[in-house]
């Protein structure tokens, strides 16, 4: 199943860029950004508990389809309004109390709410311009987190919890995207 997840983010990346590219999609950087580092967290942490090779390429391929998006994006991260500096803020001390902790259960928390912070903007964005977020790449994420789903341990709530908010988010923001227009 991790390679089916595997594919299917690539192709899901593989897609956002070309809907950017394309202007076809213009998303939120600052999200994308948010997620990057978050990812990079990800990577290290997971490096250093020895997880399997696996996790650590599924985790770069997030981690560069992200920073890819930012940079074909074409949007200046200046100027940012007051809501992007409070998700800014509150997405920077989750992951710096995160890695000070080095409690799973509260690490795991405070990397949702990293995430939360990314995913307000976005939500945001496609809520008031639904075509600001390609619906066929995130339903290539849909697709890639339903098949981690089936992959996973559920005898760990630590294990699901973070999978089952993830596709969450992605079947969401894929129906926002999918709308005509604002209500």
Not at 77 to 102: D, K, M
Not at 114 to 141: N, Y
Request: net charge positive; aromatic share 8%.
């Amino acid at each position: 199943m991790i390679a089916v997840l595997a594919v299917a983010v690539v192709l899901a990346y593989v897609r956002g860029i070309y809907a950017v590219l394309k202007s076809d999609a213009k998303p939120n950087c600052l999200s994308w950004v948010i997620w990057a580092c978050i990812d990079v967290v990800l990577i290290v942490s997971s490096l250093m508990a020895a997880e399997s090779v696996s996790t650590i390429v599924l985790l770069l391929i997030y981690m560069a389809g992200a920073v890819v998006i930012v940079a074909v994006s074409r949007k200046n991260l200046s100027g940012l309004n007051i809501f992007e500096r409070a998700a800014v803020a509150v997405a920077t001390l989750s992951l710096v109390g995160w890695v000070v902790t080095g409690n799973a259960s509260v690490a795991l928390g405070l990397v949702i709410l990293a995430h939360l912070c990314g995913t307000i903007l976005t939500l945001k964005s496609v809520w008031q311009v639904p075509r600001s977020e390609d619906w066929v790449m995130w339903t290539l994420f849909v697709a890639g987190n339903i098949a981690n789903l089936l992959a996973i341990s559920w005898i760990n709530w630590q294990n699901w919890l973070f999978p089952v908010y993830e596709t969450a988010v992605c079947v969401i923001v894929t129906l926002l995207a999918l709308r005509r227009k604002h209500p």
